[in-house]
């Protein structure tokens, strides 16, 4: 009996990887030309599963989520509720992302899309400029 390594119907090549087995069936390996750092490539998004974040601030600038080196953050989907008359403001670091938000006491706004509706200047942070009151809610976001 041979102990070279046959490639079997049992194996399979996705991405440079291969399962080999020998003609008993008994041998596998997984071997590949894959790095980490060649996965993802500039095309692909840095995280592809959302983030969440519960959003609880005052009458104050408050960044949500910190800057990340070479990288945007992308709001997904967001829910704001006031509880005072107050103007809301997204900004990318000091850059303003959306105008001014006002809303009534008692008011807000959920919005929501499977594309990103906000994004930060690459590496600044997510900020969030509350002008009265306190606000609450929540975001879902990526980095890309």
Do not use: C
Not at 48 to 63: D, K, Q
Not at 110 to 133: H, K, Y
């Amino acid at each position: 009996m041979s102990s070279q390594k046959i490639r079997t119907g049992s194996g399979f090549n996705e991405g440079a990887a291969l399962v080999q087995t020998n003609n008993t069936g008994v041998f596998s390996s997984l071997s590949s030309d894959l790095t980490r750092s060649a996965v993802p490539g500039e095309e692909y998004r840095y995280s592809t599963e959302p983030s969440f974040l519960s959003v609880s601030i005052g009458a104050t600038t408050s960044t949500l989520v910190a800057a990340v080196s070479g990288r945007q953050i992308e709001v997904i989907s967001y829910t704001i509720l006031a509880d005072a008359a107050t103007t809301v403001t997204w900004k990318s670091g000091s850059t303003n992302i959306s105008g001014g938000m006002t809303f009534a006491a008692n008011g807000g706004a959920s919005v929501n899309d499977d594309q990103a509706m906000l994004r930060t200047n690459v590496g600044e942070a997510l900020v969030l400029v509350n002008s009265a009151g306190n606000i609450n809610g929540h975001i879902t976001y990526r980095i890309v």
